[in-house]
């Protein structure tokens, strides 16, 4: 018998190796730590990075600029299916049923190997998930843009030539391209959500790649993943938390209540950081910026007390979602599309991790400990009672 590790929820388990990126001495992502790429890069540049390696040279990252343009154009079989749903559909549901049907429109898929332990396959595997990857970075933002619009009676639009990703999505959703101040705190959002390490939703794509299925099948289980409060539903939840709060002086009693009520503030605290989230230092401060431009500076006020009472009474300390579920709001954008957008951005370490999984597969089947009743002999159907 080999030596087992009982672990609920896998915590402190290291359960594979990943070239991608690093939580340990704070967030790198292959090597760059995470505050250089959020003040030096673009969201292109780490997509880019993540999946291929290395951060583009100028001419790469034109050319795979020029491919994500491309790849905005969605199916009409998918805006036919946003126009026959019925109204409210949640936006995460449609995201993930999105993915699913756009796996029966893309070439590539169409060429996927249906051998493919065959070591032949491998190579074509490889290029076949490059091009899939950046199919779906690209469709996953214009998907969530154009059902949007459908959902409210508007027409979905075309790709504005020439603009960039972060820039591209909040175009294609209102129409309006906003200002560079605007673009760049929604980009860095992009890059702090791109990648982390073995994260519920990127293991869930590992689990699933590691049986050798296909990439669209393992986005599609991140997804439901992700959609969770506990992993990226949480950044939903901070807006309304925080106009239930309405003014400071009610922080604390509010906080009180809850923690009584054993209720979780959700955008706080963390399975793998016990002492902050560089991710949500940040953030916070393009959150508190575009606060102060948009005249909203009451719910950052409101947020500071939070954290501040969270932290001296619970050890507990702010993660990602909860600057951006602010930062978003001070844009404009409508709550329904917070976790949707996370996804958009992780679906490039989703990609990267599916990649890495199937270069050095091992099927992912850890054992469980049985706690149900000890054998016994089962009854003829008459005499159970
Ligand atoms: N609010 C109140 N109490 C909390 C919270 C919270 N957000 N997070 C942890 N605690 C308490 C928990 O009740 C427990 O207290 P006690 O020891 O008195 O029972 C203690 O802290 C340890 O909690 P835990 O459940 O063992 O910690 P975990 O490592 O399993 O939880 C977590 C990690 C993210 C699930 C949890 O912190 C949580 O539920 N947070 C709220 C949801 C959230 O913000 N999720 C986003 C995660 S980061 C973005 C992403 O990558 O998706």
Same mark, same amino acid.
């Given at each position: 018998?080999?030596?087992?590790?009982?672990?609920?929820?896998?915590?402190?388990?290291?359960?594979?190796?990943?070239?991608?990126?690093?939580?340990?001495?704070?967030?790198?992502?292959? !090597?760059?730590?995470?505050?250089?790429?959020?003040?030096?890069?673009?969201?292109?540049?780490?997509?880019?990075?993540?999946?291929?390696?290395?951060?583009?040279?100028?001419?790469?990252?034109?050319?795979?600029?020029?491919?994500?343009?491309?790849?905005?154009?969605? +199916?009409?079989?998918?805006?036919?299916?946003?126009?026959?749903?019925?109204?409210?559909?949640?936006?995460?549901?449609?995201?993930?049923?999105?993915?699913?049907?756009?796996?029966?429109?893309?070439?590539?898929?169409?060429?996927?190997?249906?051998?493919?332990?065959?070591?032949?396959?491998?190579?074509?595997?490889?290029?076949?998930?490059?091009?899939?990857?950046?199919?779906?970075?690209?469709?996953?933002?214009?998907?969530?843009?154009?059902?949007?619009?459908?959902?409210?009676?508007?027409?979905?639009?075309?790709?504005?030539?020439?603009?960039?990703?972060?820039?591209?999505?909040?175009?294609?959703?209102? !129409?309006?391209?906003?200002?560079?101040?605007?673009?760049?705190?929604?980009?860095?959002?992009?890059?702090?959500?791109?990648?982390?390490?073995?994260?519920?939703?990127?293991?869930?794509?590992?689990?699933?790649?590691?049986?050798?299925?296909?990439?669209?099948?393992?986005?599609?289980?991140?997804?439901?993943?992700?959609?969770?409060?506990?992993? !990226? !539903?949480?950044?939903?939840?901070?807006?309304?938390?925080?106009?239930?709060?309405?003014? +400071?002086?009610?922080?604390?009693?509010?906080?009180?209540?809850?923690?009584?009520?054993?209720?979780?503030?959700?955008?706080?605290?963390?399975?793998?950081?016990?002492?902050?989230?560089?991710?949500?230092?940040?953030?916070?401060?393009?959150?508190?910026?575009?606060?102060?431009?948009?005249?909203?500076?009451?719910?950052?006020?409101?947020?500071?007390?939070?954290?501040?009472?969270?932290?001296?009474?619970?050890?507990?300390?702010?993660?990602?979602?909860? +600057?951006?579920?602010?930062?978003?709001?001070?844009?404009?954008?409508?709550?329904?599309?917070?976790?949707?957008?996370?996804?958009?951005?992780?679906?490039?370490?989703?990609?990267?991790?599916?990649?890495?999984?199937?270069?050095?597969?091992?099927?992912?089947?850890?054992?469980?400990?049985?706690?149900?009743?000890?054998?016994?002999?089962? +009854?003829?159907?008459?005499?159970?009672?």
């Amino acid at each position: 018998m080999s030596t087992e590790i009982y672990a609920p929820g896998l915590e402190g388990v290291v359960a594979g190796e990943t070239a991608i990126s690093t939580v340990e001495g704070g967030l790198c992502y292959r !090597g760059y730590p995470i505050t250089e790429l959020a003040e030096k890069t673009t969201y292109e540049e780490v997509a880019y990075m993540l999946l291929h390696g290395e951060l583009p040279r100028p001419a790469e990252l034109e050319a795979f600029r020029q491919r994500l343009e491309r790849h905005r154009q969605l +199916p009409d079989a998918l805006l036919r299916f946003f126009r026959a749903l019925p109204p409210d559909t949640p936006m995460m549901d449609v995201l993930r049923t999105s993915v699913s049907l756009l796996t029966h429109f893309d070439p590539d898929y169409h060429r996927w190997p249906k051998e493919p332990t065959a070591p032949a396959a491998l190579a074509l595997v490889q290029d076949l998930l490059s091009k899939i990857s950046e199919r779906l970075l690209a469709q996953m933002a214009a998907a969530i843009a154009a059902y949007f619009r459908i959902s409210r009676g508007l027409e979905p639009l075309a790709p504005k030539s020439g603009l960039s990703h972060a820039a591209q999505f909040l175009y294609q959703l209102t !129409g309006e391209v906003p200002d560079d101040p605007a673009v760049r705190a929604f980009d860095v959002s992009l890059i702090l959500y791109a990648e982390h390490e073995f994260n519920a939703s990127t293991f869930t794509a590992r689990v699933i790649t590691s049986t050798l299925s296909d990439p669209y099948s393992a986005i599609v289980g991140a997804l439901g993943a992700l959609k969770g409060p506990l992993h !990226g !539903g949480a950044n939903e939840h901070v807006m309304p938390f925080l106009r239930r709060i309405a003014t +400071p002086e009610r922080v604390e009693e509010h906080l009180q209540a809850m923690l009584a009520r054993k209720e979780r503030v959700m955008g706080f605290g963390h399975r793998v950081y016990k002492t902050g989230d560089l991710r949500a230092t940040i953030l916070s401060t393009w959150a508190a910026r575009l606060a102060q431009s948009r005249g909203e500076t009451q719910w950052e006020v409101i947020a500071q007390r939070v954290e501040e009472y969270l932290r001296t009474t619970k050890n507990l300390h702010p993660n990602l979602d909860w +600057p951006a579920g602010r930062l978003y709001y001070y844009l404009g954008l409508p709550i329904s599309l917070y976790t949707p957008i996370f996804a958009a951005s992780r679906v490039a370490g989703w990609c990267a991790h599916i990649r890495e999984q199937w270069q050095a597969n091992r099927l992912i089947r850890p054992r469980a400990r049985y706690i149900g009743p000890p054998l016994r002999l089962v +009854p003829p159907l008459q005499e159970r009672v």
